[in-house]
Nanobody
C-alpha cells in the first residue's frame, strides 16, 4: 500500500499563506490521481482539489482562485499552495492517492491548518 506523509500545516493569520506537501512512497506515483481533502471539527471530510497523472486539476468552488494544487513526479510529492486564507479554511488537511486499476485508495495522517488572528 502507498504511504503518504503530509507536512506544512500550522497557524496562520487571515489573509496569509501556507504550502502543504504530501510525500508518497513507492515507484508508481506518476500514475496516481492525487487529491487534497479537509475536515473541519464536527464536519465531514470534503474534497478540496485533485490533480491527475496528466496534470489536469479540479477545485471546489470555495478555494478557486486561492488554492493551487501541483505535483512533482520526480520527488513523489504533491503540493497545495493556499493563499488568502480565511478562518473557515481551518481544518485537518488530508492527502489522498488513488489508482483504481490497482485498487489503490490511500490516505495520509493529516496536517492541521488553523487560520486565526
Amino acid at each position: 500500500q502507498v504511504q503518504l506523509v503530509e507536512s506544512g500545516g500550522g497557524l496562520v493569520q487571515p489573509g496569509g499563506s501556507l504550502r502543504l506537501s504530501c510525500a508518497a512512497s513507492g515507484s508508481r506515483f506518476n500514475v496516481y490521481t492525487m487529491g487534497w481533502y479537509r475536515q473541519a471539527p464536527g464536519k465531514q471530510r470534503v474534497l478540496v482539489a485533485t490533480i491527475t497523472s496528466g496534470g489536469s486539476t479540479v477545485y471546489v468552488d470555495f478555494v478557486k482562485g486561492r488554492f493551487t494544487i501541483s505535483r512533482d513526479n520526480a520527488k513523489n510529492t504533491v503540493y497545495l499552495q493556499m493563499n488568502i486564507l480565511k478562518p473557515e479554511d481551518t481544518a485537518v488537511y488530508y492527502c489522498n492517492a488513488r489508482y483504481l486499476a490497482l485498487k489503490i485508495n490511500a490516505w495520509g495522517q493529516g496536517t492541521q491548518v488553523t487560520v486565526s488572528s
